[in-house]
């Protein structure tokens, strides 16, 4: 069956950086568009990011020019790199995997179990 796998989340002041993991097993990662969305209490799932099977990467308005995705298709694996974080950015950081390309979280077809990022101020 097909895992996602998230790691490297944790607690971070202002202005430090993070980088995520998603280790994805049971599919054929390559053909898979890999997103990352985010979710803080109270608030709708929000997309982050996506790498396309492309390999081209699009992102959401908050994150442009602080947050990189990037893939290693030989691992299997998906990265979100953060930077300049915000206590706003506080949220469960979930990836998913999907064979449509989409930004929004009903367009994904397998989702992490989420990994808990807090930014203090």
């Known amino acids: 069956q097909v895992q996602l796998v998230e790691s490297g989340g944790g607690l971070v002041q202002a202005g430090g950086s993070l980088r995520l993991s998603c280790a994805a097993s049971?599919?054929?990662?390559?053909?898979?568009?890999m997103g990352w969305f985010r979710q803080a209490p109270g608030k709708e799932r929000e997309f982050v990011a996506v790498t396309w099977s492309s390999g081209s990467t699009y992102y959401g308005d908050s994150v442009k020019g602080r947050f990189t995705i990037s893939r290693d298709n030989a691992k299997n694996t998906v990265y979100l790199q953060m930077n300049s974080l915000k206590p706003d950015n506080t949220a469960i950081y979930y990836c998913?995997?999907?064979?449509?390309?989409?930004?929004?979280?009903?367009?994904?077809?397998?989702w992490g179990q989420g990994t808990q990022v807090t930014v203090s101020s």
């Open positions: 998913a995997a999907g064979r449509v390309r989409s930004v929004i979280a009903s367009g994904y077809e397998y």
């Open positions: 049971g599919l054929t990662f390559s053909s898979y568009h």
